[in-house]
């Protein structure tokens, strides 16, 4: 299976502050068609996760653009850009690009 | 709008066995892979099971190849999960997750199975 690695595993951030996330990925995961599968999530405590982005860069619907995510191969960044109280919570990133789909261990958001 | 709601969840004896639904509304459920995803408690996330649009092909994780078996009922928009010879690692809460071609997009609430004498 690929092994997605996440970094780091906790983040305290100041509320308006940026905060940054990186994953990387055993295998590279462009497809053969183009594009890189990796996407990130976010779960809120009690909630189920919530997809905020997809195809390394592209925002979901109602996801905030203080949201963004970039990266290439095996290298991948989830950016935000001032961290919010409702920001709280676990966020992952998982690989698309080979079965099984493979999560990150997760980095806990939290407020400083 | 898309909604994905599990149940069938419920605490269980080792060696036992549970069937786990999910019933689906506001998409076209038989375009759409379907995969059952795991959260233990206080852990990550984990895909354990898959099956295509027609139910013709499935993927199981290795951890429950041979207890597993994921199916589905196009005519019900429902998901289905038999979960066989069950063991106390299998305890978590398992989410329904509609695919989207390398992706997935949209979660159900969750439904906890716990595995406990």
């Known amino acids: 299976d690929v092994v997605m690695t996440q970094s780091p595993l906790s983040l305290p951030v100041t509320l308006g502050q940026p905060a940054s996330i990186s994953c990387s990925s055993s295998q590279s995961l462009v497809h053969s068609d183009g594009n890189t599968y990796l996407d990130w999530f976010q779960q809120r405590p009690g909630q189920s996760p919530r997809r905020l982005i997809y195809?390394?860069?592209n925002r979901d619907s109602g996801v905030p653009d203080r949201f963004s995510g970039n990266g290439s191969g095996t290298d991948f960044t989830l950016r935000i850009s001032r961290v919010e109280a409702g920001d709280v919570g676990l966020y992952y990133c998982m690989q698309g690009r080979y079965w099984p789909y493979t999560f990150g261990q997760g980095t806990k958001l939290e407020i400083k | 709008e898309v909604q994905l709601v599990e149940s069938g969840g419920a605490l269980v004896q080792p060696g036992g066995s549970l069937r786990l639904s999910c019933t689906a509304s506001?998409?076209?459920?038989?375009?759409?892979?379907m995969y059952w995803v795991r959260q233990a408690p206080g852990k990550g996330l984990v895909c354990v099971s898959g099956l295509n649009r027609d139910g013709s092909i499935t993927r199981n994780a290795d951890s429950v190849k041979g207890r597993f078996t994921v199916s589905r009922d196009n005519a019900k928009n429902t998901l289905y999960l038999q979960m066989n010879s069950l063991r106390t690692e299998d305890t978590a809460v398992y989410y329904c997750?509609?695919?989207?071609?390398?992706?997935?997009?949209?979660w159900g609430q969750g439904t906890l199975v716990t595995v406990s004498s």
């Open positions: 195809k390394v860069s």
């Open positions: 997750v509609r695919d989207v071609g390398y992706s997935v997009d949209y």
């Open positions: 506001g998409f076209t459920f038989s375009s759409h892979w």
